[in-house]
């Protein structure tokens, strides 16, 4: 067997992709920075960026580190460039460089290189697809990776991708990061962000992460409800329309409102089956889950699963060539990833939130006043205590939150310019840099969702933005604070 040999990229971009690999972390941002100034695209820094990481870290036996946030967050990194003004775009991009740094030296996911082989060879996509689901039972990652080297070359990439999240839908219920790794990261090709000539090579890692051990579990009450109700013979609609106006509200308000979660598959899968359209019953789960967001007394800022997940749900559902069992599992199983799922455990009580007593006894605010002071209770929320953190899945979110709540709705009530808020909120997300990505996923995740359902409903979208807002803003914000430094020192 020959000797492999490291994945080499071609070379109007190895020489930046090495920059990022060899780059000291304590001059990252300097450097990149320099380099972002000096002329370098904000779209050719962020593809060696994912190149970078892919190629020289390696994924942990968790979720953080190596290539999977980097990557799992480039779609929505990027939009929210696009959202920003002048100098102002580089934060974010110095946020994923700093990001992927970090992972190329940190020693749990490196020294690490990713190889070269030659793919597996087979017949056929049946005995490929037979290779790779007998891969995947045995937990052979490595095998996985070879096969699929072999797929992209020879067949149609949707079908491929099609395989691959039949696989890793099901695992959402031991972590959703295995169908938002591959999703989200499929998302950046079909959207442009990533050139496609990447495609095979980038995808390698979530091919290896949802290949790996555990199998999924089994799902017996999916299964039963998807049988009982007939729904693979009953779902025939796939796209929405004001014919469903009321449906999808009255679902979605239905599911905003439940204390236990096993209820919002049965509640979805009964509508299915009386004929509501599968966008139809994505954006039903928006809703619901904006609600539920909002009930939340969940502090750890990297439980925005409630948002982002759904989010990718209703991309995915919604894309041609992925298979309807996937689709319909896609709507059931949300409430069943771990970061969901904890969520229960620390809800107010239906109709408690939003406090509309608390927001009627508000001073009335021009927009203007009311923007800032949405800032204002975002950038004054009371610091964390590490020393009293023993586990994040476990904080509770201070009192204060409520008060930038309360402001948000305040606001959609007064029907204020929604652009404005998301404006204000992408200036404040890119503060982060604790969540490893998560915060810019939620504040596109709120934006898209905003955008993407009717009205009167998409406004507590805007409110969840603010409500993540206040809890992740101020937990580590080390990498805006340097950039802010060089800034200064440059004028």
């Keep these: ?19 990022i690999e060899d780059t000291p972390p304590a001059d990252i941002i300097d450097e990149t920075l ?12 962020l593809t060696a960026s994912a190149l970078a990481v ?48 970090k992972h190329v030296n940190a020693p749990e996911t490196s020294p690490y290189q990713l190889l070269e082989f030659a793919p597996l060879n087979f017949k056929d996509f049946e005995a490929a697809k037979a290779a790779f689901l007998l891969a995947c039972n045995r937990g052979e990652s490595l095998k996985a990776d070879h096969i699929y080297q072999w797929m992209w070359d020879n067949v149609p990439a949707i079908d491929a991708f099609d395989l691959l999240m039949s696989v890793a839908i099901p695992k959402n219920n031991v972590d959703d990061h295995y169908f938002v790794f591959p999703g989200y990261l499929w998302r950046s090709f079909e959207a442009g962000v990533l050139d496609k000539q990447y495609l095979k090579l980038l995808m390698r890692p979530t091919v290896r992460y949802a290949a790996r051990f555990p199998i999924a579990p089994a799902q017996p009450e999916l299964d039963s409800l998807i049988k009982d109700m007939k729904l693979m013979e009953r779902v025939t609609r796939q796209e929405t329309g004001d014919d469903e106006t009321i449906a999808v509200g009255r679902l979605g308000k239905n599911i905003g409102q439940v204390e236990e979660f096993a209820e919002i598959p049965v509640m979805i899968a009964s509508a299915l089956a009386k004929g509501l359209s599968l966008n139809g019953a994505g954006e039903a789960l928006s ?19 409630l948002h982002t997940s759904v989010n990718l749900r209703r991309y995915l559902v919604g894309l041609p060539g992925l298979n309807l069992r996937s689709k319909l599992l896609l709507l059931m199983n949300w409430h069943l990833g771990p970061e969901i799922r904890s969520t229960q455990m620390r809800m107010e009580p239906p109709g408690s939130q939003p406090d509309m007593a608390a927001v009627k006894a508000l001073p009335p605010r021009s927009q203007e006043a009311l923007l800032d002071a949405i800032t204002h209770s975002i950038y004054t929320q009371p610091p964390t205590d590490w020393s009293t953190v023993t586990n ?11 008060h930038t709540i309360e402001l948000a709705v305040q606001y959609v009530e007064n029907r204020y310019d929604p652009d404005a808020l998301i404006a204000r909120l992408a200036e404040i997300v890119c503060h982060d840099n604790f969540t490893e990505m998560h915060a810019f996923k939620h504040h596109n995740a709120i934006v898209e969702e905003f955008n993407n359902t009717r009205e009167p ?28 430094d060089l800034l200064h020192a440059a004028e």
């Design 34 to 45: 320099r380099k972002l100034r000096a002329g370098v695209p904000t779209e050719t820094m």
């Design 54 to 101: 892919t190629r020289s870290s390696d994924l942990p036996p968790g979720h953080h580190g190596g290539p999977l946030h980097p990557l799992a967050g480039l779609y929505a990194l990027s939009n929210l460039v696009s959202r920003l003004e002048g100098e102002d775009k580089f934060i974010p991009v110095v946020q994923h460089v700093a990001l992927s740094n």
């Design 1 to 19: 067997m020959p000797i492999p040999t490291r994945v080499q990229f071609p070379a109007d971009i190895e020489p930046l992709v090495q920059f």
């Design 457 to 484: 409903w998409r406004w507590m979208h805007l409110v969840s933005g603010c409500q993540a807002a206040a809890i992740s803003f101020g937990k580590n914000m080390a990498v805006y604070e340097e950039y802010l």
């Design 392 to 402: 994040l899945g476990l904080m509770r979110a201070v009192p204060e939150v409520k």
């Design 287 to 305: 809703i619901g889950a904006a609600g539920l967001f909002t009930r939340s007394l969940g502090g750890n800022p990297m439980d925005v699963h």
